[in-house]
T-cell receptor, first 113, second 107 residues
Framework: SQTIHQWPATLVQPVGSPLSLECTVE??????LYWYRQAAGRGLQLLFY??????ISSEVPQNLSASRPQDRQFILSSKKLLLSDSGFYLC????????????FGSGTRLTVV | KNEVEQSPQNLTAQEGEFITINCSYS?????LHWLQQHPGGGIVSLFM???GKKKHGRLIATINIQEKHSSLHITASHPRDSAVYIC?????????FGAGTRLTVKP
């Protein structure tokens, strides 16, 4: 069966520090991978999605970046965090090209102080 | 106007009540998802619909493609159903989310 792992679960980082959140998927090949952010009291916002290794699409201009060095690994990064980067970050995967099997990771609660 | 609109934003019900959450979308879709987000933040996919109706336990989801509208119903609601329910429209590798409906079921 397919599983998705996301870590860490919580993170407190100072302003200006770097960020690296990791997401891995098991039990499937060629998944679509997604990074979402949910700011306090707001809905989910798509940040990045990827349909393959090194193929990343960015939805919202910001100081975050994403990379997909392996088929089932998706990394969200920042060189210098801002206070406004605080939020709940979710990784998700789906079967490529379809709306099926949409599964979310457990999320990372990031607080930038 | 958001591409995916949900109503109501907040809903409080007594245990046992029948609950309906509505979702309207303005984008083309290949699938419509209903998601459940628990207080800890974890999200679970409840349904994926492209037409008609699906039922799982006490949960029923319907979609009307012509009217671009979907509903999530919960029969015999229970306090453990308390969560945020999110409608999401999927098309072409992209998912657009509603703002969510916060449901509180009181015993």
């Amino acid at each position: 069966s397919q599983t998705i792992h996301q870590w860490p679960a919580t993170l407190v980082q100072p302003v200006g520090s770097p960020l690296s959140l990791e997401c891995t998927v098991e039990g499937t090949s060629n998944p679509n991978l997604y990074w979402y952010r949910q700011a306090a009291g707001r809905g989910l916002q798509l940040l990045f999605y990827s349909i393959g290794i090194d193929q990343i699409s960015s939805e919202v201009p910001q100081n975050l970046s994403a990379s997909r060095p392996q088929d089932r690994q998706f990394i969200l990064s920042s060189k210098k965090l801002l206070l406004s980067d605080s939020g709940f970050y979710l990784c998700a995967w789906s079967v490529r090209g379809r709306g099926w099997g949409y599964t979310f990771g457990s999320g990372t609660r990031l607080t930038v102080v | 106007k958001n591409e995916v609109e949900q109503s109501p934003q907040n809903l409080t019900a007594q245990e046992g009540e029948f609950i309906t959450i509505n979702c309207s979308y303005s984008v083309g879709i290949s699938a419509l998802h209903w998601l459940q987000q628990h207080p800890g933040g974890g999200i679970v996919s409840l349904f994926m619909l492209s037409s008609g109706k699906k039922k799982h336990g006490r949960l029923i989801a319907t979609i009307n493609i012509q009217e671009k509208h979907s509903s999530l119903h919960i029969t015999a609601s229970h306090p453990r159903d308390s969560a945020v329910y999110i409608c999401a429209a999927y098309n072409n590798n992209d998912m657009r989310f509603g703002a969510g409906t916060r449901l509180t079921v009181k015993p």
